[in-house]
């Protein structure tokens, strides 16, 4: 029944409305959800950030923390136990990114253009030790688009290391040959005007 579909649905409905920031609809549909699975908890989390209810981000944090750590230790009693455990490692390179994002830019801990600074720094580096494919570094990216996002009402410009996600996203997407999603992605990136955008365009 149409029910039926819709309730199985729903956990990709939360999905993409948290990816487009688009938190009213993430809100009702979460009302719906009863699942607690990747996609879902880190939404949790994410309108946590959006309602600045620092308990909330806490304790589902820690939750979706917890939830990574089991399949990542029975991977670990495997062979090719790395690459079976690398899902639930990037997982648990997110939370992390999140947990600092939100301390640096939404807790504003330090001054935040200065901070943000800083942060993107050490995203950069965290990036470059990780598998270079679309389907791990994609996800990244776009979680930290959204982390800048919900602090772009906030004192300082962010939109220069919004762009910088966009670009850094059609490089991986063309370099792993999916060159739809990289035009996609590159209409994205021509919002920020950044010098890089020609080269990436041409």
């Not at 309602?51 to 750590?69: S, V």
């Not at 990114?97 to 935040?112: A, D, I, N, S, V």
């Not at 253009?113 to 598998?131: E, H, K, S, Y």
């Not at 962010?158 to 990289?182: D, F, I, T």
Request: hydrophobic content about 40%; overall charge neutral; aromatic content about 8%.
């Amino acid at each position: 029944t149409h029910s039926d579909w819709s309730d199985q649905l729903n956990a990709f409905r939360v999905e993409a409305a948290s990816k487009l920031c688009d938190w009213s609809s993430v809100k009702n549909y979460m009302k719906q959800e009863k699942s607690s699975d990747w996609a879902v908890g880190l939404s949790k989390i994410l309108l946590a950030v959006k309602r600045k209810d620092e308990p909330e981000f806490r304790a589902q944090l820690c939750l979706l923390q917890n939830q990574q750590m089991g399949p990542l230790s029975a991977a670990s009693m495997e062979s090719g136990s790395y690459q079976r455990g690398y899902e639930y490692i990037v997982r648990l390179h997110m939370l992390s990114e999140l947990e600092k994002g939100y301390e640096t830019l939404l807790g504003c801990t330090e001054p935040l253009v200065d901070g943000a600074g800083v942060l993107v720094d050490n995203w950069q580096a965290r990036f470059n030790i990780t598998q270079t494919s679309f389907t791990v570094r994609e996800p990244i990216l776009c979680l930290r688009r959204i982390i800048l996002s919900l602090n772009k009402h906030s004192q300082g410009d962010l939109s220069p290391y919004l762009g910088q996600c966009w670009l850094q996203s059609v490089r991986v997407a063309r370099k792993e040959g999916h060159l739809q999603a990289a035009h996609a992605l590159l209409l994205h990136a021509s919002e920020y005007n950044l010098p890089e955008f020609c080269i990436e365009k041409a």
